[in-house]
Antibody, heavy 121, light 110 residues
Framework: QLQLQESGPGLVKPSETLSLTCSVS??????????WGWIRQPPGKGLEWIGNIFYSGSTYYNPSLKSRVTISVDTSNNHFSLDLTSVTAADTAVYYCALVRSEWFSHFGLWGRGALVTVSS | QSVLTQPPSASGTPGQRVTISCSGSSSSIASNTVNWYQQLPGTAPKLLIYNNNQRPSGVSDRFSGSKSGTSASLAISGLQSEDEADYYCAAWDDSLNGVLFGGGTKVTVL
């Protein structure tokens, strides 16, 4: 049974880089069936897509975040990562990683439990 | 404009049928599949409907989805207290070249 688990610092200072990792267990990240995605949710607000990555490294990013976002994949350790630079309080959110069906990029079939990241000095 | 529009709230009494709309555009809903997510309080979202009207294994048949043109709908029949949650639609947008989520609809069981 595939499982996803986010990990990383819960507190990041303004202007610094937010870095999170999503560990995939119960299956290989190196599969043609899926992409791997990041979605975030500010407290009390809705969902915002950040980006998707394929095991080969191909990426799709939300245009509104593209200049600050890098998503990478580590197939040897079966995880993928999110870096968000120059963060502000507006980046405070629960960050989710998810499994994405390759045929339908908005099909997030399995989610991690989420990681709350607060941006504050 | 690349947005998916949902009503902020919907409600019904136990046993009633509730419908949630999701309005998009020619570049989003009209051209791509729609997926729906249920988010129970304090938990991660869960895929509820995929490919416009398909239910993943384990999802109750009280939930159904449909799509017509630039709009999609989620229906909950036989409303139950456990259905109190936030519901989100999502679709790829060809103009944005990215995924759009609706703003979410909070369903309350009266």
């Amino acid at each position: 049974q595939l499982q996803l688990q986010e990990s990383g610092p819960g507190l990041v200072k303004p202007s610094e880089t937010l870095s999170l990792t999503c560990s995939v267990s119960g299956g290989s990240i190196s599969t043609n069936r899926y992409f791997w995605g990041w979605i975030r949710q500010p407290p009390g607000k809705g969902l915002e897509w950040i980006g998707n990555i394929f095991y080969s490294g191909s990426t799709y990013y939300n245009p509104s975040l593209k200049s600050r976002v890098t998503i990478s994949v580590d197939t040897s350790n079966n995880h993928f990562s999110l870096d968000l630079t120059s963060v502000t309080a507006a980046d405070t959110a629960v960050y989710y990683c998810a499994l994405v069906r390759s045929e339908w990029f908005s099909h997030f079939g399995l989610w991690g439990r989420g990681a709350l990241v607060t941006v504050s000095s | 404009q690349s947005v998916l529009t949902q009503p902020p709230s919907a409600s019904g009494t136990p046993g009633q049928r509730v419908t949630i709309s999701c309005s998009g555009s020619s570049s989003s809903i009209a051209s791509n599949t729609v997926n729906w997510y249920q988010q129970l309080p304090g938990t991660a979202p869960k895929l509820l409907i995929y490919n416009n009207n398909q239910r993943p294994s384990g999802v109750s048949d009280r939930f159904s989805g449909s799509k017509s043109g630039t709009s999609a709908s989620l229906a909950i029949s036989g409303l139950q207290s456990e259905d109190e949650a936030d519901y989100y639609c999502a679709a790829w947008d060809d103009s944005l070249n990215g995924v759009l989520f609706g703003g979410g609809t909070k369903v309350t069981v009266l």
